[in-house]
């Protein structure tokens, strides 16, 4: 095959333990991830001669590679928040179809759960004060703050109602209901997300991610090796990525987020157009990242976003499924868990999601998923497009 003309595909994807793991540590939740990738796919280590990864040592990825016994010829360590891992998949299947890589393989751990709990580690009320923050974090402009005003901007313009934007968590909850996997599987209704403490107006516990440990493993491949692998190819269709801002006052929009461009792009790429995507696997570190990705994305229109998540479409029995595995509300969210719409998009084309699997009118399998990513407050936006 010609280099620049190689389809890509994913191999293999894995979960690490996730949760409540509080006795490892995150290097450990990277390699197990990591093994669990490759023995899904059925390919050797000796493959592998592209590393992705970031978050984890003094000079990330090298130490993690170390760790693995890698030693790549192509790396990323590209690091811009939850949208890192669509950013590097992105990244990685430009690499394989150019023929600098055959095998390339995304990892992330992390035990940020479990060190706040052992006290090696405290919560962060904002990432710096250098740079533009400086004009940010001295008045106490958290990184939930920003979220909160963004939500409160969409509020105001376009009517979305506080009912709607916990709608999200509910129906989160409820798809987590049926991932063994997930961290919080109990049912919970709109008055519970309302009657919770306010984190930050007007955002209450329950609009919030929760706080896990655990990893995810994503291995890509050259198209030629996937007669060799031990599961069906999912294919990388489109890819797209988006930098918007860093300090909110050069925010333009409140209200529109960087997945508006990167979803373009990749739907673009991919040749798709939104109204045939079968699943969504958006970045919920709050509900309303939900709600204004799903109009970003072209799924409704600007300000419909509230309408159109209260009536159970989020569902994996509805219209559009999102988040199948209960997302970061509910399923775990360890840090940057852009990582994780990656496995869980491939599991459900794969139809390896069991009861939380998502089904085509008529029974069939689901042919196209997106997975995108959010880092920062808005700040960056990854997206791809994948289908079977």
């Not at 939850?82 to 299947?93: K, L, P, R, Y």
């Amino acid at each position: 095959m010609r280099p620049g003309n190689r389809k890509v595909a994913v191999a293999g994807v894995a979960l690490s333990d996730c949760g409540r793991v509080d006795d490892t540590t995150p290097y450990a939740l990277h390699a197990q991830a990591a093994r669990r990738a490759l023995a899904d796919a059925g390919l050797d280590r000796a493959l592998v001669d592209g590393f992705a990864s970031a978050g984890l040592g003094t000079l990330a990825p090298v130490e993690v590679a170390e760790y693995l016994g890698l030693r790549p010829t192509w790396v990323d360590s590209t690091s811009v928040g939850g949208s890192t891992w669509e950013v590097m998949a992105a990244h990685a299947a430009d690499a394989i179809a150019a023929g600098h890589a055959n095998a390339v393989l995304l990892v992330y751990g992390s035990t940020a759960r479990a060190d706040i709990r052992a006290g090696r580690r405290t919560g962060n009320l904002s990432f710096g004060a250098r740079g533009p923050l400086q004009f940010e974090a001295p008045y106490g402009h958290t990184l939930i703050a920003k979220y909160a005003m963004a939500a409160r901007r969409h509020m105001i313009e376009h009517g979305t109602t506080i009912e709607q934007l916990a709608q999200v968590a509910v129906q989160a909850r409820a798809n987590a209901a049926l991932n063994p996997e997930a961290m919080f599987r109990d049912s919970i209704t709109v008055d519970d997300v309302l009657s919770g403490p306010m984190i930050a107006d007007p955002f209450t516990k329950l609009h919030c991610c929760i706080r896990s440990d655990g990893g995810a493993a994503v291995l890509l491949v050259a198209e030629e090796y996937v007669r060799d692998c031990r599961t069906a190819p999912v294919w990388i269709l489109g890819t797209g990525e988006h930098l918007s801002h860093a300090a909110m006052s050069e925010w333009p929009d409140f209200t529109l987020s960087p997945a508006a461009v990167s979803g373009r792009l990749a739907f673009e790429r991919a040749g798709v157009r939104p109204a045939e995507i079968d699943f969504a696997e958006i970045y919920d570190a709050f509900t309303y990242m939900t709600l204004v990705t799903l109009e970003d994305l072209g799924f409704c229109a600007k300000g419909e976003g509230g309408a159109f998540v209260e009536k159970s479409r989020l569902l994996v029995s509805g219209d559009l499924p999102v988040n199948t595995d209960g997302g970061g509300l509910s399923a775990q969210h360890p840090g940057m868990r852009g990582l994780f719409l990656l496995v869980e998009a491939v599991r459900q084309l794969r139809g390896e999601a069991g009861e939380r699997q998502v089904r085509r009118p008529g029974g069939e399998l689901p042919y196209l998923g997106v997975a995108s990513g959010t880092g920062g407050w808005f700040c960056s936006s990854g997206t791809v497009v994948l289908g079977r």
